[in-house]
């Protein structure tokens, strides 16, 4: 606030500065007319020469100067657009502070600040429970190329597997009764060598 009010200060001391070249201005134009229209010789040669204008009387220019010198200095005269806003905002910035300054102090989050503004107030809801059902698609092509594959795999090795137990089933089935047949021959083959025998034998008891 204090830089404010010295910028506007600054801006009074220089309109006052330009207000006081206005008159100074006046002033030496005032003094150049009066050394133009005084000097006799000269006004012999604007007589001759016709130059009305610098024939007038000296108070009608001195008067006319003045009013257009006095009109331009009023006319831009800083103080004057500045008047006394320069106070009024300087009084609001000023009261604006201050009641930021007491909000700032008056918002302290203390524990008395928040007894005096804030209630506790507790609210218990019943227990809900909710149920989202959600459709989505189970199959798309792709997944059922893949299913069908899958099982069109699983059948045909499964085929496959029981043929392959199937043969080997078989063939173990063809050896075992091949085997039986053999055993079978055998014994058939040692039956009469074993009767001979057996007859050899009771003959020989007999003779002795």
Not at 30 to 39: A, H, P, Y
Not at 89 to 105: D, I, Y
Not at 117 to 122: K, S
Not at 128 to 140: G, L, P, V, W
């Amino acid at each position: 606030i204090s830089e404010l009010g010295n910028f506007f200060d600054d801006i009074r001391s220089r309109g006052q500065s330009v207000y006081d070249e206005w008159s100074t201005l006046n002033s030496s134009t005032g003094d150049i007319w009066r050394l133009v229209l005084s000097d006799e010789n000269l006004e012999e040669y604007y007589t001759h020469q016709n130059q009305t204008d610098m024939l007038q009387d000296l108070p009608e220019v001195l008067s006319e100067v003045a009013a257009n010198y006095t009109l331009h200095r009023d006319n831009y005269d800083f103080r004057f657009e500045l008047g006394n806003l320069d106070s009024l905002f300087l009084m609001s910035v000023e009261r604006m502070m201050e009641a930021m300054r007491m909000f700032k102090a008056g918002s302290n989050l203390d524990k008395d600040f928040i007894q005096s503004n804030f209630l506790r107030l507790d609210i218990y809801y019943k227990e809900k429970s909710y149920e989202q059902i959600t459709q989505q698609r189970a199959y798309d092509l792709f997944a059922l190329m893949c299913d069908i594959g899958g099982s069109m795999g699983l059948f045909v090795g499964a085929s496959v597997l029981t043929i392959c137990e199937g043969g080997v089933g078989a063939s173990q089935r063809q050896a075992m009764r091949n085997t039986a047949l053999s055993t079978a021959e055998t014994d058939r083959d040692r039956a009469p060598t074993l009767e001979n025998e057996n007859n050899t034998d009771e003959s020989a008891d007999m003779k002795n």
